[in-house]
Every structure is written in structure tokens, then in C-alpha cells.
């Protein structure tokens, strides 16, 4: 039997900010090659912690307590720095929320998809530029000539989103983890991302951390499913399974509060509030103290 990719367990976090209140509690999952899980949940429950923390790149006012994240027989919380920024880009990337932000106003195309190719593969300027070249045409970018000569803002959000999604995949990582990819795309181009995000993963064979608040997108194109509040796993599984057959009431809550296709009429169903009051009630049960939601 072959050993997860990543495994994360214990994982425990505080916010320094906020006077030591808990913002990940005990968090586990295991994420085999090649699989998509996506991180669901509200707006604090944690899934961006998580991810950063996998990342290295969490802000100095969050804490990990305890806890540890194993990628290939290596703890990522316990590197050096520079071990880290190895596998960082390498092994591990990210696709980031907003093309608007990640991407250098200032530099061209070109320079912010070579750079990584010959800094860590050592391609020549002329052979990244022929990878660089590859990588627009694999995410469907018409005249990737022309757009490699660009700065950003000549580009649309979505010709942006594809230039990251490029980048993420540029160096063949075993793991890209994807922070909300398509939050600030518009319904169309937003399904147009997840189909390509997900033909490069399966054509790489690439495992994906698809953090998102929105079990539609979770639908389209995770093979499974952790869903957090307030930095604890409230349910996980298969996403067939958690989608058809939830166990948790949140779960079920959730699932009820999304708009029905198939009945265009009918009103949107807030999630009950006895069902906050029930989570406020784990929360407690499990670490003593009262929620920071």
C-alpha cells in the first residue's frame, strides 16, 4: 500500500492578534497522489490557514501549536527555510485568488513565467521561453506570442487567472494547492477555469488542495471533501458520498442553503440557527473554550 502524498494531522494553530484565540483545532486529512480534495467553508473556518501553513507562508500573527504536515516523509512546520523554499514552486505550488494581485504590474509575461524555469530547472533564457510558450498553449491562450510580451493589465481577469494556473503548473509540481482560483471570475469563464484546472491535474497526475466556499464548485471537481467551521473537520469523505448522503447537520444545512437549478422559483434557505448553536456546542465539548467565529 502506497503512503498518502500529504498527511496532515493534530494541526493547531492560534491568532496572536486576537489574544491566543484558537483558529485551528486538531485538523486532519491525508491527500493520496493525484487526488483533489477540496476545503470548504465559511469565511473563518480555517481552509486558507491550512493551506498557508502547508505553504510556509503564514502571517506572523498566526501560531501553529501543534501538530504536523508530512509531505514525502518531511515535516514542512519543522524545515529550514531554505529546504522549504526548495520544494516550494518545485514540488508544491499555488494557484493564488486573484490574478488582479499576484501577478508583478511591472514585469512582462515573459520574465514572471521564465524566472522559476531557469532559476529552478536552469533552463536558458532561450529554452524557458519555449516552456513558457508550451505552458500558455496548455491553457488554451490564443496568440501566446503576443501575450508573453504583456503586463498584466493589458490582459482580461480570466487570460490572467490562466497565466497563474500556467505558472502553478510550469515546473511539474506533485502538489498544487488552489486558494479560491476562481472567486473573482464570472460564472461563465469560472467553469471554463475549473475544466482546465482539472484536465492539467489529470494529464499531470497532480494532487490539488482546492480550497473554495462553495460546495457547487466542490461538485464539479473534487474527488473528495473536508468541511471545516471554525478550524475543526466537520465532515469529510468522498464527495459523491458527503454530497448525497451528508451525516453532519451543518453538512446538511449547507447543502439545503444553495440555489436549486431545478427549481429556479424557489427562495434561498438559510442555514437554521439552531445548527450554529449545535457547532458552538462541539466546539466547546472539544477544546473547552468558546469559539472565535
Known sequence: MTKPLLSISGLSAVSDRDGGAPILRDVALTLERGEVRGLVGESGAGKST????????????VRVTGGFV???????????????????????????????????????????????????????????RARALTLLEEVHIRDPERVLRCYPHELSGGMRQRVLIASAFALEPKLVVADEPTTALDVTVQKQILRLIRGLQEA???????????LGVVAQICDSVTLLYAGKVIEEGRTSDVLSNPRHIYTKALIAAGPRYDRPDAGLTPVPSDVFDELRHEIRLHDGSRPHV
Do not use: C, Y
Open 50 to 61: 491550512i493551506a498557508k501553513a502547508l505553504l510556509g507562508i503564514l502571517p506572523r500573527t
Open 70 to 128: 508530512n509531505f514525502e516523509g518531511r515535516d514542512l512546520l519543522r524545515l529550514p527555510q531554505k529546504a522549504l523554499r526548495d520544494i516550494m514552486g518545485s514540488e508544491i505550488s499555488l494557484i493564488p485568488q486573484d490574478p488582479q494581485t499576484a501577478l508583478n504590474p511591472g514585469r512582462r509575461i515573459e520574465a514572471q513565467l521564465t524566472d522559476g524555469l531557469r532559476l529552478k530547472r536552469g533552463l536558458s533564457s532561450r529554452e524557458a
Open 204 to 214: 499531470h497526475g497532480t494532487a490539488v488542495i482546492f480550497v473554495t466556499h462553495d
